[in-house]
């Protein structure tokens, strides 16, 4: 099913000078990886505070993090793949720093003044149970399946963000908002088990 992650590759193109630029300068994957996760957490702390004393203004700031993360999270990879700094630390530290990243930067819209917390807390397990199955699923690589996948829940809170930091205020339609969510992890968490299962060769043929 198509997602946003499709158009990774080009993402990725546009990027790859200033890959080359920090690698020149001795930047490494892992640091990115850590520094991103870091920025990560202070902004959901940032956020969860805000949230909780009703300054939703500071919501406008999460739409351009999830961006530039989604740039850092692309320039990690890069800077593995293509000047040899892959290593079995790096694909742990990827995985677990975007499952706490996409935790802290979620997890404050369960502080919104008439939002069900329970429902925003539903679709954080939701997602992190659905980047574990893009792992899990499959011995031949990563699945990245819809149809709500990272960049689109990147795309989704960061309008939400938007909205809310421009004056929207939270009341139902957040709610429908993050229950529509939910159902598209669910399809999104069966949709890479079994594709995933579909796909490696060493399961056993029903």
Same mark, same amino acid.
């Given at each position: 099913?198509?997602?946003?992650?499709?158009?990774?590759?080009?993402?990725?193109?546009?990027?790859?000078?200033?890959?080359?630029?920090?690698?020149?300068?001795?930047?490494?994957?892992?640091?990115?990886?850590?520094?991103?996760?870091? =920025?990560? /957490? &202070?902004?959901? @702390?940032? $956020?969860? %505070?805000?949230? #909780?004393?009703?300054?939703?203004?500071?919501?406008? *700031?999460?739409?351009?993090?999830?961006?530039?993360?989604?740039?850092?999270?692309?320039?990690?990879?890069?800077?593995?793949?293509?000047?040899?700094?892959?290593?079995?630390?790096?694909?742990?530290?990827?995985?677990? =720093?975007? /499952? &706490?990243?996409? @935790?802290? $930067?979620? %997890?404050?819209? #369960?502080?919104?003044?008439?939002?069900?917390?329970? *429902?925003?807390?539903?679709?954080?397990?939701?997602?992190?149970?659905?980047?574990?199955?893009?792992?899990?699923?499959?011995?031949?690589?990563?699945?990245?399946?819809?149809?709500?996948?990272?960049?689109?829940?990147?795309?989704?809170?960061?309008?939400?963000?938007? $909205?809310?930091?421009?004056?929207?205020?939270?009341?139902?339609?957040?709610?429908?908002?993050?229950?529509?969510?939910?159902?598209?992890?669910?399809?999104?968490?069966?949709?890479?088990?079994?594709?995933?299962?579909?796909?490696?060769?060493?399961?056993?043929?029903?």
């Amino acid at each position: 099913m198509t997602t946003l992650y499709s158009l990774k590759p080009r993402f990725q193109a546009l990027l790859r000078p200033a890959v080359r630029h920090l690698h020149a300068a001795g930047v490494t994957a892992n640091q990115v990886t850590v520094a991103t996760a870091a =920025a990560s /957490l &202070l902004l959901g @702390a940032g $956020l969860a %505070l805000a949230a #909780a004393g009703g300054a939703l203004s500071w919501f406008l *700031l999460l739409p351009g993090w999830l961006l530039l993360r989604m740039a850092l999270n692309a320039i990690d990879g890069l800077l593995a793949r293509e000047f040899g700094q892959a290593s079995r630390l790096g694909a742990c530290l990827n995985e677990l =720093a975007d /499952l &706490l990243a996409d @935790a802290a $930067l979620y %997890l404050p819209f #369960a502080l919104l003044p008439g939002t069900p917390g329970a *429902l925003a807390v539903l679709v954080v397990v939701l997602a992190n149970v659905a980047e574990m199955a893009a792992v899990l699923a499959t011995g031949n690589g990563r699945r990245n399946d819809g149809p709500m996948g990272k960049s689109d829940r990147a795309l989704v809170f960061g309008m939400l963000g938007l $909205l809310l930091g421009c004056g929207v205020a939270p009341g139902p339609w957040l709610a429908w908002v993050l229950a529509i969510v939910a159902v598209l992890l669910v399809l999104t968490i069966g949709n890479r088990v079994r594709h995933g299962i579909a796909a490696d060769p060493r399961s056993p043929q029903q």
